[in-house]
Structures are given as C-alpha cells and as structure tokens.
C-alpha cells in the first residue's frame, strides 16, 4: 500500500519514473482539454503540473473518499491553471481523465475554467489571484479548533505574489504558529503582460523570511526535490514553510517552453499534434471532439457539502431590554455574543464558535467573547482582506464563525472576498456596525451607505437588520444555530427599546424571530412606513405626529429587506402609499427592493422613497438626517404629501 502523507523521507527511482510517465500524460490532457474547449490556460497548468502530481499521490488524501475528515487540505490559489489540476487529479485516481477533458469550460460541467469545490479533491473555488494563502489559513487553523492532525498546502503562482493580501496572510500565519501550513509557489517568471520582474519587480523569497517563514528554493520539475522538499515542510514544527519551485512555463513542449503567450493562448490543432508527437502520445482530438459534442453534461452545478456538519449551538435566554436601558445595538450584539461563548465554551457537543477582529474588538464589541474564549479570537489587525477570507474559509469547516468590522470595512472594502465567500457557500456570520450616516462625525469616508445595495447581489448571503437591542439579541442568537452566510448590520448609536402599542417591547421575551418576516409595529390605514434598524424609531415618532393630526399611518418593521413579505407587504399597498425610510443610498435600499416586489406581484400603491442622497459629512447623525431630508419632521410632510395625492 502506497504511503501517504510524506511517511517516507525520499523516493525510489521507480516512483520517479513513475511520476514522470504521469507527467507525461496529464500534459497531454492539459493540452487536450484546452485545444477542445479552445480557451484556457495550458503554459501555467504545465509549469504546476509536477508539483500537482507530487501532491495529490503522496499527501494524505483518498481518492475514493475526497471528503475524509483528516484528509490533507490542497488550496489552489492560481485557480486558471485548472487543467493541470483536473489532469493530476484524474492521473491519480480521483475521476476518470475522460470527465475533464469532454467537460472543461462546457456549459453543465464541474470541470469549470478555475477550479471550484464542485470538483472532487479541490477545497476552494479560486480564481481572483491572491487569496489562496488566506484560504490555506481558515483550513490550518480549523485543524488547531477542531484537534484533527492534517497539513495543509497552498499552491500559489509567482505574480500573484504582488497582491497585498498575501503579505497579510504570511504574518497571520506567524501570529497564530500555522507551523501545519506549506506553501509551494510555480516561480516560472512569467505572467499575463511579460516578465514579472518587468510587470511588477518582487523578491518573494526575501518577503517570506523577514514575515518569518522558513523557505526552501527547489526545480519544481525535479519530482526527488518536490517531494523531499515537502517531505521536509510536513515534518517541520519551527515554522510555516515556503517552497519556492524554479519552474518553465509550457514546460514539456519545446516550442511553448518560457513563452508568456501560453499563459492564457491555446494550440491550434497543428501545434497540437506536433506536441503530442513531442509528448511521444497519441493524437486523439477527433475522438474527444465527437465526445465533447454529444455529451450531456449535468446543469447540476452545487458545491458538495460533505464537510459540513450540523450546528448545535446552545442560544440560551434571550435578554430583554425595557425602557431603562438604552443601548446601541452593537453592544447587545456583544453581550449576546458573550453569552453564547458561556453557554458553549465547556460543552463538549456544541459546535465551536470562533471571532474575527480587525483591531476595533472594542467599538464592534467582540472583547466580550474574547474576555470568554481568548483561544477561539483571532485579532487579525488591520488586514480585513485576509480576515474576511480565512474567516469564511474557516466557517465551512464545522465551526460557527463570525467576523465583525465596520461597515466601510466589511462590506465596501472586502465586497470581493465576500463574493468568493458566497461562490464557496460558506456559513460565515458577518456583523457589520457603523452603518450609514448614523456613524456621524467621522464623515463620508466611514459612512456606508450600500451595504444592501451592494450584499443583495450575492446570492446565499441574508441580509438583516436589527431595530433595537431585543431584536439583535434575537437575530444573532438565531444566526449563531442556522446554518448559512448572514450580514447584520447596524449603526453607531444607542437606540430606544421599541415597544407595541400596548407600552410592552414589541421585541420581548415572547417575540420570536423569523427570517423574512415583516414586523407590523403601527397600525394605520392611510399610509405605511416601511423602514428598518436605526430608522425604526423614527419612523414610529413620525406615526405619533401623524396621529395626533388625524392621521393614521401604519409602521412595518422590515428586517429581512432583500427577502419581503409578500403578504404584509400587500397589505402596506392597500394603504395607497407606502414610504420607504433608510439610512441607505436612495438608489439602490429598500425602497428599490419594494418598488420592484410591487410590479413584480401586480400591487399598485404610491411609493416614496427616503433616503441618502448624497455623500454625508461631518456631524451628529440627527443633523446629517436633517440636511438629507431623513428627520422625523421631513419624514411626517412626506407622508402627507404623498396621502394628498393619493
């Protein structure tokens, strides 16, 4: 029985020239596949393809049971060089080499043109350079949290090393002694636009020591110093290992060989068949070609969810706020994150909870959990890129995990990590503060305000949005048992406790929460004001004025925004007018997600929608309210006007 996980210290020369007889072949797939598909990237999948091989033979991983538990974790960063991740994954046992090259870049294939977790032995869905390094630590330190022994590897390229987001990766790793965690780098000097040293000038081996790395420089197409070079990583327990692979783009072929052209450039099907003569194979394109053409490809396209396991959390008693604690909703968010942290820390069937922090754990009021778990806290300081992917790469291994930033920071600024989260179907708990003009004097630059704008776009995130403590006591208690990517988000201020119209918190010890819901706090039939989070009790000040004008105005509490209530929100319509009112750009909120659910249910009402409108500045939030027309007065003359016209 072939041993796995690098038992062994070197190789016979018999695996040796077994691995180059792969080698061989999995580069006339690569070849194949892309000529087929016409499109792709064959000299970068030929420049990694050895270290593939080496990888997927010899690290502990099962190709008849890819999902193991305490399987090795194999990050590939450069994701276009799929083709020689699908050709080493087939060569070694994985799926039949066939699948891949009838399927790749073909509408209902897995085999997609970066690699995705759809496909058996990839871990991560790559594409957007320079986050595999971030991915290769949520998978390390999921094997610290959860106590199972497995090494992790990162494949990454040369240019890709420019990306700033892996600087921050290498000092999280230090930090946190991912001495599990080995990264090999294809060092073939090329990339898209020439040279690297022309295109961005870089010394990567200089980068990883003084981050504290140990580094090792090997030929990447040697197989006795891949392997002993990674044998030597594995066992090593000084320090996270960097392997820099001296590597030839389209290596194999003589004239594709230290061209940057095939970077991302097919043959045409005469360089293929001089390449394949080259490669001493068989030209078989014809043969595929027919294939790949009556094939039929499964639209099946789910990620497997084979690691995932089911969350049990202990929630506990909810807390209820009464009128004598005003609070902001940031630090019900933390209390109730604390308590979870009690209620779990020493209960051996709860899942494990973790927290990521970029340098702000007291303003998003995640030290309380810390002040529980220290050892479940990551402070991964100023490095929100990096959090927000080891986080979500983390959260798919069975462990609830939450990230909690600024808005500006967890939603504007990682936009794209999150898009990756999502493409990855994570299960990541984000809980963004400091929304909107509520942060205040801080100004335009710290005021987000395209958080549902900007998250209604991916499509396994919910989006919700507290109104007083009670509610957020309830939601992250929710969020923290149900399995799911979620944002939360909420603002800067303290909040009033809202109440019903009997005096009591609407949001009590009885209210349960349920995603989707629209919560009718006012009654009234002339209009509806449809609003959500820091708004809410505005919106119930401006029903009070109303009233006492003869007027009758309904308030509905919408904290699932992207997901509405189609019932209430028929009944909001009988009113004849609705009002929407956010701190969120005017533009793209909840009032653009209710005028599109109006049309699209065949609903008629007047809409008005309130909100941001330009960039806010300096000053207290009930200032900045005032000077884009968000103030309760503003407020109450719109509702009369739009009950005028009706």
């Given at each position: 029985m072939m041993q796995r996980g690098f038992k062994l210290k070197k190789l016979?020369?018999?695996?040796?020239?077994?691995?180059?007889?792969?080698?061989?072949?999995?580069?006339?797939?690569?070849?194949?596949?892309?000529?087929?598909?016409?499109?792709?990237?064959?000299?970068?999948?030929?420049?990694?393809?050895?270290?593939?091989?080496?990888?997927?033979?010899?690290?502990?991983?099962?190709?008849?049971?890819?999902?193991?538990?305490?399987?090795?974790?194999?990050?590939?960063?450069?994701?276009?060089?799929?083709?020689?991740?699908?050709?080493?994954?087939?060569?070694?046992?994985f799926f039949n080499v066939?699948?891949?090259?009838?399927?790749?870049?073909?509408?209902?294939?897995?085999?997609?043109?970066?690699?995705?977790?759809?496909?058996?032995?990839?871990?991560?869905?790559?594409?957007?350079?320079?986050?595999?390094?971030?991915?290769?630590?949520?998978?390390?330190?999921?094997?610290?949290?959860?106590k199972i022994k497995y090494h992790t590897y990162v494949?990454?390229?040369?240019?890709?090393?420019?990306?700033?987001?892996?600087?921050?990766?290498?000092?999280?790793?230090?930090?946190?002694?991912?001495?599990?965690?080995?990264?090999?780098?294809?060092?073939?000097?090329?990339?898209?636009?020439?040279?690297?040293?022309?295109?961005?000038?870089?010394?990567?081996?200089?980068n990883f020591i003084s981050d504290g790395w140990d580094v090792v420089e090997i030929d990447g197409h040697d197989f006795h110093?891949?392997?002993?070079?990674?044998?030597?990583?594995?066992?090593?327990?000084?320090?996270?290992?960097?392997?820099?692979?001296?590597?030839v783009m389209g290596k194999g072929i003589s004239f594709m060989e230290n061209l940057e052209k095939y970077h991302g450039s097919v043959l045409n099907t005469d360089q293929y068949n001089a390449a394949m003569k080259e490669l001493s194979l068989t030209c078989n394109l014809d043969t595929f070609e027919r294939k790949r053409k009556t094939s039929v490809m499964d639209p099946h396209q789910n990620v497997n969810h084979e690691n995932e396991t089911d969350v049990n959390i202990i929630t506990g008693e909810p807390v209820c706020y009464g009128k004598d604690k005003m609070i902001d909703n940031r630090s019900a968010f933390g209390n109730a994150l604390k308590n979870l942290a009690e209620l779990n820390k020493n209960n051996e069937?709860?899942?494990?909870?973790?927290?990521?922090?970029?340098?702000?754990?007291s303003s998003v009021k995640t030290n309380g959990f810390q002040s529980v778990q220290a050892d479940n806290f990551f402070e991964v300081g100023i490095q929100e890129h990096n959090a927000a992917t080891i986080a979500g790469t983390l959260s798919i291994e069975g462990i609830v995990t939450f990230f909690a930033d600024f808005g500006v920071f967890g939603v504007c600024e990682t936009y794209n990590q999150h898009r990756l989260n999502d493409i990855n179907c994570t299960n990541l708990k984000l809980v963004c503060t400091h929304l909107g003009l509520d942060v205040g004097e801080d100004g335009k630059t710290h005021q987000c305000i395209d958080y549902i704008g900007l998250f209604?776009?991916?499509?396994?995130?919910?989006?919700?949005?507290?109104?007083?403590?009670?509610?957020?006591?309830?939601?992250?208690?929710?969020?923290?048992?149900?399995?799911?990517?979620?944002?939360?988000?909420?603002?800067?201020?303290?909040?009033?406790?809202?109440?019903?119209?009997?005096?009591?918190?609407?949001?009590?010890?009885?209210?349960?929460?349920?995603?989707?819901?629209?919560?009718?706090?006012?009654?009234?039939?002339?209009?509806?004001?449809?609003?959500?989070?820091?708004?809410?009790?505005?919106?119930?000040?401006?029903?009070?004025?109303?009233k006492q004008k003869g007027i009758n105005v309904g308030v509905f509490n919408v904290a699932s925004p992207v997901n509405l209530d189609t019932k209430a929100l028929s009944d909001a319509a009988q009113s004849g007018a609705i009002i929407t009112y956010e701190d969120h750009s005017v533009h793209t909120g909840l009032g653009s997600i209710v005028a599109n659910k109006l049309l699209s249910k065949n609903l008629f009402a007047r809409l008005r929608k309130l909100g941001v409108n330009n960039y806010g500045q300096s000053g207290t939030p009930d200032a900045l309210f005032k000077a884009n027309g968000l103030d309760v007065e503003s407020l109450v003359n719109a509702v009369q006007e739009e009950i005028s016209n009706k």
């Open positions: 016979d020369n018999a695996d040796v020239n077994n691995l180059n007889d792969l080698s061989r072949h999995a580069r006339g797939d690569i070849l194949t596949m892309t000529t087929l598909a016409r499109s792709g990237h064959p000299g970068g999948s030929m420049s990694s393809v050895d270290i593939y091989l080496t990888l997927y033979k010899y690290a502990s991983v099962f190709p008849d049971n890819p999902y193991h538990p305490a399987r090795d974790r194999i990050v590939i960063s450069h994701g276009h060089t799929s083709p020689g991740v699908y050709a080493a994954l087939a060569r070694t046992g066939n699948e891949p090259i009838e399927g790749f870049r073909k509408a209902g294939s897995i085999f997609e043109g970066h690699v995705e977790r759809s496909v058996p032995g990839v871990e991560w869905g790559t594409g957007n350079l320079g986050q595999g390094l971030s991915a290769g630590c949520g998978f390390a330190l999921a094997s610290k949290l959860k494949v990454m390229g040369d240019g890709e090393q420019q990306k700033g987001q892996i600087g921050e990766a290498r000092r999280f790793a230090v930090k946190y002694r991912l001495h599990n965690l080995t990264v090999l780098i294809d060092c073939n000097c090329l990339q898209i636009s020439g040279p690297t040293r022309d295109v961005m000038p870089q010394n990567i081996k200089d110093q891949i392997y002993e070079s990674l044998y030597s990583a594995t066992h090593n327990m000084n320090a996270p290992v960097a392997i820099i692979a001296k590597t069937s709860s899942t494990p909870i973790a927290v990521f922090d970029c340098d702000l754990a209604q776009n991916l499509f396994t995130f919910k989006i919700l949005m507290p109104a007083d403590p009670n509610q957020t006591d309830k939601i992250i208690r929710y969020i923290s048992s149900t399995q799911g990517n979620f944002f939360i988000g909420m603002g800067r201020s303290k909040l009033p406790v809202i109440f019903d119209e009997g005096g009591k918190p609407f949001f009590g010890k009885n209210y349960e929460f349920r995603y989707g819901k629209i919560d009718i706090i006012r009654h009234g039939s002339d209009a509806v004001i449809m609003s959500y989070g820091t708004m809410l009790h505005r919106a119930i000040q401006a029903s009070e004025v109303l």
